[in-house]
Nanobody, 116 residues
Framework: QVHLVESGGGLVLAGGSLRLSCAAS????????MGWFRQAPGKEREFVAG????????DYADSVKGRFTISRDDAKNTVYLEMNSLKPEDTAVYYC?????????WGPGTQVTVSS
């Protein structure tokens, strides 16, 4: 069983920055891809960023490219999302995930609110 817990969300002014963390327990996730989705009110959950095993490859939604950076620290079993130049449209609940064979685990989410 894998447990993921996000932290670092909050209220920030447009143009500001936040750093989200996702700590995993129950299994060492160094051999699995990890990443972030988000869900805004009234919208479907959407992909934000993903990172491969060892962090060799990263992928971003077009809407966050150049502003968000995903990274991982396998020694701490943690994945991060550095968010800069935040916009009101980035307001959402952000969810961490990891994919193991035949299953995807999700965290409970952390709220990010960007005010204009």
């Amino acid at each position: 069983q894998v447990h993921l817990v996000e932290s670092g969300g909050g209220l920030v002014l447009a143009g500001g920055s936040l750093r989200l963390s996702c700590a995993a327990s129950g299994r060492n996730l160094r051999n699995y891809a990890m990443g972030w989705f988000r869900q805004a009110p009234g919208k479907e959950r959407e992909f934000v960023a993903g990172i491969s095993v060892n962090g060799g490859n990263t992928d971003y939604a077009d809407s966050v490219k150049g502003r968000f950076t995903i990274s991982r620290d396998d020694a701490k079993n943690t994945v991060y999302l550095e968010m800069n130049s935040l916009k009101p449209e980035d307001t959402a609940v952000y969810y961490c995930y990891t994919r193991v064979p035949n299953f995807t685990y999700w965290g409970p989410g952390t709220q990010v609110t960007v005010s204009s």
